[in-house]
């Protein structure tokens, strides 16, 4: 099993800027992608940005530029720094790892951290 503790959410004026931190626990080395998701009041959660056991990253369009994630393995910690932010950021932002157990994989979610953009 892997456990999945967020922290760094919070209000923030539009052009701000906020790191979002994520620490995995428990069965760490069988994750193998790790991201962050956000949901908006009344849309669908979405995908930021994920990064991959190797490093390799990816965006959704909205943030490219402006969002970065990045991993320390050493701390099973992944981050997301959040640049120029908009008021349409606004959202509760959930970490999400993918891991194997046996035969299969799951995913694991963190209990979400809302990000407020306003002036």
């Known amino acids: 099993q892997v456990q999945l503790v967020e922290s760094g959410g919070g209000l923030v004026q539009p052009g701000g800027s906020l790191r979002l931190s994520c620490a995995a626990s428990?069965?760490?080395?069988?994750?193998?992608?790790m991201g962050w998701y956000r949901q908006a009041p009344g849309l669908q959660r979405e995908l930021v940005a994920a990064?991959?056991?190797?490093?390799?990253?990816k965006y959704a369009d909205s943030v490219r530029g402006r969002f970065t994630i990045s991993r320390d393995n050493a701390k099973n910690t992944v981050y997301l720094r959040m640049n120029s932010l908009k008021p349409e950021d606004t959202a509760v932002y959930s970490c999400?790892?993918?891991?194997?157990?046996?035969?299969?994989?799951?995913?694991?979610w963190g209990q979400g951290t809302q990000v407020t953009v306003s002036s």
């Open positions: 990064i991959s056991r190797g490093g390799s990253t």
């Open positions: 999400n790892a993918k891991y194997y157990s046996g035969p299969s994989t799951n995913d694991c």
């Open positions: 428990g069965n760490i080395f069988s994750i193998y992608d």
